[in-house]
């Protein structure tokens, strides 16, 4: 039997200086080591893709959740909003309306104990800001009349006194009357 030749690829006496055996021997052994790091770093990568899949899945999970309670308070944010809208616009009517009661204790301070008052209005004039009011009343006495009017004109709130009507009904003892009166800016404090 003839004995095997090996067949070797590899030049038999290559020069260690020359260009192809340095390069052969460099793929070699620095080629080695740059493949096993490379699948390092693939499999590194591989592994780490179940971790942030984990992570991707819990933060898409709490993502639902808040949208979930966000949707669940929307109605809630909407009723309450309106709600605040309406307060608001409650409470700019009041701070716009006059205090009319001092202008009705001012009235009252006035009014001798004999008249009495059948109706009374007070209201605002939109365009001057000027309180006026518009007063029904009965006296039992002509100088009750004469008193009222006078507390009216000295009173310094009232700045003026219309009389409308001064009637007396037939066969009664009391006296109709309708004024209409003017007040002064109230003092600011």
Same mark, same amino acid.
């Given at each position: ?10 030049p ?9 055996y340095r390069a052969?021997?460099?793929l070699?052994?620095?080629?080695r080591v ?5 699948e390092?770093i693939?499999i590194v ?7 942030? /899949?984990?992570?991707? *899945?819990?933060?898409?999970?709490? %993502?639902?959740?808040?949208k979930?309670?966000l !949707? &669940?308070?929307?109605?809630f944010e ?14 700019k009517?009041?701070?716009?309306t006059p ?7 001012s ?7 004999d ?5 009374i209005?007070?209201?605002? /004039?939109?365009?001057? *800001?000027?309180?006026?009011?518009? %007063?029904?009343l009965?006296?039992?006495s002509? !100088? &009750?009349i004469v008193?009222?009017?006078?507390n ?19 066969k009664e ?7 209409f009166?003017?007040?002064k800016?109230?003092q600011?404090?």
């Open positions: 039997m003839i004995p095997k030749k090996e067949i070797s690829l590899l038999e006496g290559e020069n260690p200086d020359s260009l192809s052969i021997h460099w070699t052994t620095v080629g740059v493949i096993v790091l490379t390092f693939v990568a591989f592994l780490s893709r179940f971790y942030l /899949d984990r992570k991707n *899945s819990d933060l898409s999970e709490v %993502a639902r959740q808040q979930a309670i !949707e &669940s308070t929307k109605d909407k009723e309450f909003m309106f709600t605040q809208n309406k307060l608001n616009t409650i409470q009517f009041y701070s716009q205090n009319y009661s001092q202008y009705i204790k009235l009252v301070e006035s009014t001798p104990l008249v009495v008052y059948d109706s209005s007070l209201q605002r /004039d939109e365009t001057t *800001s000027e309180i006026t009011s518009n %007063a029904s009965f006296a039992y002509e !100088e &009750s008193g009222f009017m006078t009216l004109t000295l009173n310094p709130t009232i700045k003026t006194v219309d009389i409308k009507t001064i009637e007396k009904k037939a003892n009391k006296y109709l009357i309708t004024i009166i003017s007040f800016p109230a600011k404090t």
